[in-house]
């Protein structure tokens, strides 16, 4: 792919725009950490709310959602349109405490929530963890995306991708702190939405829009289901094993557990940053409901739209081996398989016919590995689909746009968990327990040294990863079960440090030793063909995770009340708290829960009425857009009468 001069023009206009806006504020995100990591405490809701959105739009977003459809169905979109559930309780529970608590990091709550050795040794590891471990996964995925955006378009090696990528980024983000973040973030939104949308509504002509689809589907090049808002059940009773398929049972986990059972469930440490960085209390609220909207309701049609259009543009590539044998080479061009046999040396081309130079076949196995007669040994890949939909079909000056916007949302997501990452370990780590009494002038020096670490590590894991969904369904596993803790200590005062660790601990060893061990398995539809799937994996992470907190707080001894008051104080949450609440002199608020209740329940109605309702409109459904449109404008009304009545409470 070739980008003209008028391409590149408008690529570096925006490159050199946000290091303009980065840079200019090194100066003020030097005056303290505070600053640094979190903008003086002084954002609005529009600033903070818009900054989540950039920050959750980045270049892997529409790579992966694009692999989900063209190998799934719309209907895989679940996978993370189920998390919308736990984003409205955000807005009415979780948002309101957390801004009251104060704090800068999640892991600098629980030494608040729970005080003690116990609580300062939990702050300690899930600042490590979250500093060394799931931010750097998360970049790690980032970076792979944009090294195949790279591949794609200007044929760079994957090692200098990653190396242009990496040091873009961190030149002004080490320097300019979370200012420059959020800043470059309002830029950065504006870019990537009108990017996504015109390649959308391009990709979506080029098909001739629902009548090309239906014609597909018509002619048996597009699947049966492709369409389908959720997976058609098997052929039994529902009580029968048959009607579980596996996209079913996927559906169920995702809506019944997922968005639950996550360390994300009473919010994401980028949300938290944010909301610890408003102005008030009632900033971080809507700063939450706005991203809400935005994220599930605004953003997901434009990239449905164009994999969609892609399937029929550029159908699928597949070659097999024509007999069981070992790989002798995999070349740029070919694959030679040597049979068992004994017959000759098989070439297979990874050129074969229908592939061109921008869509072909890559190789899904290595030199000296076993295949068996008729294994896939090459796929187009279903990710990189939508970079190729890019350089095909959109015209000078528009491709240019579109390249910028997929570096602006590559750069939101990186330098946000680079300030993220560095917040934890200078926060929760180097300054709790390392060195205390030095000055801001110090620790944002340790912050600078921390993020470029930090992107080393990121930039290590990504040169030797191969799928950004494998590493978004693994991370979503890899702290699964620690939700209902997460919950917990929030509502009930009995919860431990130690009932927090124990889950930790179990969600981590156990998803990690089911994503290695993942053969051999007899759940059903959870395991089809004897492979544990991702839901699977989630499903038993969960479950051993939740038994193993539960033996913790049978087991352990309730806590001193008193040593709960400071928290109790200052956050005020819902729920079972009588012990604590009564130390303190403060009386339970009465009618506090029933207005947050409506308002996640309207605010649920709301999103996904308008986030299912595009949907519908853009395949021509108009009786589920009537029912759509209808439970939209009734969570509107009760979302709009819940946010009245609890401003009123705290005025």
Not at 20 to 29: H, M, P, Q, V
Not at 303 to 328: D, F, K, M, N
Not at 376 to 383: G, H, I, P, W
Not at 609 to 619: A, I
């Amino acid at each position: 792919m070739r980008l003209t001069w008028i391409d590149w023009g408008v690529v570096l206009v925006f490159i050199a725009y946000s290091l303009w806006i980065g840079l200019r504020y090194t100066r003020k995100a030097s005056q303290s950490v505070e600053q640094y990591f979190l903008s003086g405490r002084t954002l609005g809701w529009w600033l903070a709310g818009t900054s989540m959105v950039a920050t959750s739009f980045s270049a892997d977003t529409p790579l992966v959602v694009t692999g989900w459809v063209r190998d799934g169905g719309v209907w895989k979109n679940w996978v993370w349109w189920c998390f919308a559930v736990g984003g409205v309780l955000h807005v009415f529970f979780f948002a309101r405490w957390w801004r009251r608590g104060e704090v800068m990091t999640k892991a600098e709550l629980v030494e608040l929530r729970y005080g003690g050795a116990g609580a300062r040794f939990l702050r300690g590891s899930l600042g490590a963890i979250h500093a060394f471990v799931t931010n750097t996964i998360t970049l790690c995925w980032v970076l792979l995306a944009s090294a195949k955006i790279l591949d794609v378009m200007f044929g760079l090696p994957k090692g200098t991708a990653l190396v242009a990528a990496s040091v873009l980024t961190l030149l002004y983000t080490a320097a300019s702190g979370f200012w420059g973040v959020i800043l470059t973030d309002q830029f950065q939104f504006v870019v990537a939405m009108l990017g996504m949308i015109v390649l959308g509504v391009i990709s979506w002509q080029a098909v001739d829009g629902m009548e090309g689809l239906a014609a597909a589907q018509a002619s048996g090049a597009l699947g049966p289901d492709m369409l389908r808002f959720f997976p058609p059940p098997g052929p039994g009773a529902w009580l029968d094993a048959s009607f579980w398929s596996p996209p079913l049972t996927a559906l169920f986990v995702y809506l019944g557990v997922a968005w639950w059972a996550h360390e994300s469930v009473d919010g994401t440490a980028t949300a938290v940053q944010r909301i610890s960085a408003a102005r008030d209390e009632r900033q971080g609220m809507l700063a939450m409901l706005w991203f809400n909207v935005a994220h599930y309701a605004l953003r997901p049609w434009g990239w449905i739209a164009t994999a969609l259009a892609s399937l029929i543009l550029l159908p699928t590539i597949e070659v097999r081996a024509g007999a069981a044998g070992t790989v002798r080479e995999v070349g740029e061009h070919a694959l030679v398989l040597a049979p068992h046999s004994g017959a000759a040396n098989v070439t297979l081309s990874l050129q074969p016919a229908g592939s061109t130079d921008d869509w072909k076949p890559v190789p899904l196995v290595a030199a000296g590995e076993l295949v068996a007669e008729g294994a896939l040994v090459a796929r187009t890949d279903s990710e990189a689909a939508y970079v190729t939909m890019m350089g095909r079909y959109l015209p000078v000056g528009l491709l240019g746009l579109m390249v910028a916007s997929l570096l602006a949302a590559f750069m939101s997501t990186v330098t946000t968990h680079i300030n993220l990452a560095a917040s934890y370990f200078v926060n929760d780590v180097y300054r709790r327990f390392v060195a205390r009494t030095a000055d801001d002038r110090h620790y944002i020096g340790v912050a600078r040294l921390s993020s470029v670490a930090v992107l080393a590590i990121s930039g290590t894991l990504a040169y030797f990863a191969t799928s950004i969904s494998e590493l978004f369904l693994f991370l979503l596993a890899f702290l699964s079960g620690v939700g209902p803790v997460y919950v917990l200590r929030w509502l009930w005062w009995r919860v431990r440090a130690s009932t927090e660790i124990t889950a930790m601990l179990a969600s981590c060893a156990t998803a990690s030793a089911l994503t290695v061990f993942d053969q051999g398995w007899h759940l059903g539809p959870l395991s089809p063909g004897g492979v544990l799937s991702n839901e699977g994996r989630l499903i038993l992470t969960v479950l051993i995770s939740t038994l193993c907190a539960l033996g913790s707080l049978l087991v352990t001894r309730a806590p001193d009340p008193a040593e709960l008051v400071p928290f109790y104080r200052r956050v005020r949450p819902f729920g079972a708290w009588g012990p604590v609440r009564a130390l303190t002199g403060l009386t339970a608020p009465r009618g506090e829960l029933a207005q947050a209740l409506l308002g996640s329940l309207g605010s649920l109605a709301a999103i996904l009425g308008l986030t299912l309702g595009m949907g519908f409109w853009l395949l021509d459904r108009d009786g589920p857009l009537l029912l759509s449109c209808a439970a939209a404008g009734a969570g509107i009304l009760a979302t709009v009468l819940s946010l009245r009545r609890l401003q009123a409470r705290e005025t």
